[in-house]
């Protein structure tokens, strides 16, 4: 069983920046493909982006391209620039492991006023 645990939303300024941050417990990051969805009120869960487990190679969706940027470590993060009104959204990180399941975070709010 993977836990996933989210930290970093907030309120932000429109054109400011934030860094969300995904602690995974149960397995690794190897084992792991990871990726970030956000859904904002009445709205879909959309992809965002995700890092590949084994190149770290990154892909966004159009979006986000040029202002989001993931990235691992001890985490997974999301850094986000230039936040616009239209980005806020409750931010989920979302894990598959090696036999297809798929995992969820609670979520993690942020804000962008304008």
């Known amino acids: 069983q993977v836990q996933l645990v989210e930290s970093g939303g907030g309120l932000v300024q429109g054109g400011g920046s934030l860094r969300l941050s995904c602690v995974a417990s149960g397995s690794t990051f190897s084992e792991l493909t990871m990726g970030w969805f956000r859904q904002a009120p009445g709205k879909d869960r959309d992809f965002i982006g995700g890092i590949n487990k084994i190149s770290g190679a990154q892909y966004y969706a159009n979006s986000v391209r040029g202002r989001f940027t993931i990235s691992k470590a001890s985490a997974v993060y999301l850094e986000m620039n230039d936040l616009k009104p239209e980005d806020t959204a409750i931010y989920y990180c979302?894990?598959?492991?090696?036999?297809?399941?798929?995992?969820w975070g609670q979520g993690t709010q942020v804000t962008v006023s304008s």
């Open positions: 979302n894990a598959k492991n090696l036999g297809g399941w798929s995992y």
